[in-house]
């Protein structure tokens, strides 16, 4: 890395930790990672950021954010913002870049969109359970905690709206799942109603896993947090089973319709509209604090020059070569994942195809062919005698009753009471 500023540039400086054994968690996905740099002189006000790296290690592809450089002595900082790959696969193949500031950077609009977009990985309850990132105390196994708390007291809660009648208005039969308005609206009051206990839970761990681990308070916070969680989830898990027991299939299904609802409107509409508001909130705290300071100081200076020297040392035929292996990674992972998308395509068009097909199809077309035993083997031709010779045949086959009337537009087989088989005639 090598930071240009108005009076001079800090040479090339690789990034690394003293700490030994902590190579493996800096550059990691979701990771915001703090260097310090001790310059002998002041570079002034900093203009351009040049970053890259060598290509090495097992997944060298890095999305790389956005640098922020802070000048403790002046109490100033500048943004720096990339959003864009360094690797030697994706977009235009680059491993090394000179990022400057945009002139859209430090916006309201673009703050906010910063910070939602990162909280989205960060504190999003269901989406954190993979995207963690690795330096977080918060670990995966207290969210996905918080996910089944979320779950069981979701259940609660629209158990306790639903009467022994289950009597609803169907509006949207999707599969076996039948929507209506009335779901709906206890899918709503459901997620308003566990939502401040979930969040409750979710704070007491965040804050425990900001403070120091070996804190005392810390501690007080994660046991507490965990009586919440299993509390509510006991509770809940109680309560949803005695219910079930007096339930009936049609409230069973109402239930279920009303609790998949609550679960999509948690992830995709809670959990985001919680991350969004954060992300209002602190990108306009910020902002007032930079409208009281002075302001940033005027770039008048002129930028220093890039020093010719690369950040890495590879040849030609070398980055050849990393580039096909990584594009064969990664054609690789886009094919699982694409072969991934297409299975669960055809599942749920399987689901919605076959899930409203009624059970009783299947008897009602085995009554009738048990009922007429070998008809398929009677022929039809054009000679109507030939016709009633046959139909005749295979009622005294099958031991039915058969009449045929002369001058008259039917045949009749079988009880008269329970089928009549229509012919018209051509004249």
């Known amino acids: 890395m090598e930071i240009y500023g108005s009076e001079g540039s800090s040479g090339i400086v ?38 890259g790296h060598d290509n090495s290690g097992e997944s060298p592809s890095w999305f790389l954010e956005e640098i922020v450089v802070i000048d403790e002595q002046m109490n ?57 990132p690795r330096r977080s105390r918060f670990t995966r196994v207290q969210r ?3 996910c089944l708390s979320v779950l069981l007291t979701a259940m609660f809660a629209n158990v306790m709206f639903y009467k022994l009648d289950g009597k609803s208005e169907q509006l ?7 929507f209506s308005w009335h779901q709906i609206i206890i899918a709503i009051k459901s997620t308003l109603i566990v939502a401040p206990i979930n969040m409750a839970t979710v704070f007491l761990f965040q804050k425990g896993a900001s403070e120091s681990p070996s804190c005392s308070k810390a501690k007080c916070l994660i046991y ?39 679960l999509g409107q948690d992830v995709s509409i809670t959990e985001t509209a919680k991350v969004l508001f954060m992300a209002i909130v602190s990108a306009a705290i910020l902002k007032w604090k930079k409208s009281r300071s002075e302001g940033r100081q ?39 994942f694409e072969l991934a998308v297409y299975v669960l395509f055809i599942f749920l068009v399987m689901v ?46 099958v031991n039915w009753f058969c009449r045929v009337t002369p001058h008259v537009s039917r045949y009749t087989i079988g009880l008269k009471t329970l089928r009549h088989f229509v012919k018209y005639n051509q004249s």
């Not at 945009?102 to 939602?116: D, L, M, Q, S, Y």
């Not at 009783?360 to 010779?389: A, W």
């Open 298 to 336: 005027s770039h008048e200076a002129a930028k220093s020059s890039p020093s010719q020297q690369r950040l890495w040392k590879m040849k030609l035929s070398e980055v050849e070569d990393m580039r096909r292996q990584q594009l064969k990674k990664r054609n690789l992972s886009l094919l699982l």
């Open 224 to 262: 507490l947090a965990w009586f919440f969680l299993f509390g509510s989830c006991g509770v809940s898990a109680s309560f949803t089973i005695f219910y079930s027991l007096i339930w009936g299939k049609s409230t069973s299904e109402q239930w279920l319709s009303s609790f998949l609802l609550s």
């Open 76 to 132: 100033q900082s500048w943004a720096f913002t990339s959003s864009q790959w360094l690797a030697l696969e994706r977009e235009d193949g680059r491993i090394e870049r000179i990022i400057e500031q945009a002139p859209n950077e430090g916006t309201f609009i673009h703050e906010v969109i910063k910070r939602w977009w990162r909280g989205l990985t960060e504190t999003h309850l269901w989406v954190s359970v993979l995207t963690k």
């Open 172 to 178: 949207l039969q999707v599969g076996p799942l039948k």
């Open 352 to 397: 919605l195809c076959y899930g409203n097909r009624n059970s009783y199809q299947y008897h009602m077309t085995k009554s009738i062919r048990d009922g007429l035993p070998n008809f398929d083997k009677v022929s039809i031709v054009n000679n109507e005698s030939s016709l009633d010779f046959h139909l005749s045949s295979w009622c005294r086959k």
């Open 14 to 51: 690789q990034l690394n930790l003293d700490e030994p054994g902590m190579d493996n968690f800096i550059f990691t996905r979701g990771n915001t990672d703090v260097f310090f740099l001790n310059l002998s002189q002041s570079l002034g006000t900093i203009q351009a950021v040049r970053i």
């Open 144 to 146: 996905a905690s918080c």
